[in-house]
């Protein structure tokens, strides 16, 4: 079982920046990949950005250019840096982890309680 902890989140003002950390249980935390979700209210919740077990990064493309994950394998953390920060990229920030030793399928087993991020205008 991988545990999963994310914060940073908050409010801020469009243009703005916030960085969201998602620290884990993992044993093999670079065995994982690990991907960052998100909700809006009142729609589904969509998948942001992506570190994958080789370390190849892929993006939605509404965040290509503003956004940057990456992990830190010595802290077992995985972070997601937000720069010029839309109302649009207003939801709950999810953190997510893939089995040890699969690429990424979109639909990983374990998954972080959320933070939340509201962007105003």
């Known amino acids: 079982q991988v545990q999963l902890v994310e914060s940073g989140g908050g409010s801020v003002q469009s243009v703005g920046s916030l960085r969201l950390s998602c620290e884990t249980s993992?044993?093999?935390?670079?065995?994982?990949?690990l991907t960052w979700f998100r909700q809006s209210p009142g729609k589904e919740r969509v998948g942001v950005a992506t570190?994958?077990?080789?370390?190849?990064?892929t993006y939605t493309a509404s965040v290509k250019g503003r956004f940057t994950v990456s992990r830190d394998n010595s802290k077992n953390t995985l972070y997601l840096q937000m720069n010029n920060l839309k109302p649009e990229d207003t939801a709950m920030y999810y953190c997510a982890a893939d089995r040890p030793f699969q690429h990424c399928s979109g639909s990983p087993p374990y998954w972080g309680q959320g933070t939340m991020v509201t962007v105003s205008s």
């Open positions: 993992a044993y093999s935390f670079q065995t994982h990949c």
């Open positions: 570190v994958d077990i080789d370390e190849v990064t």
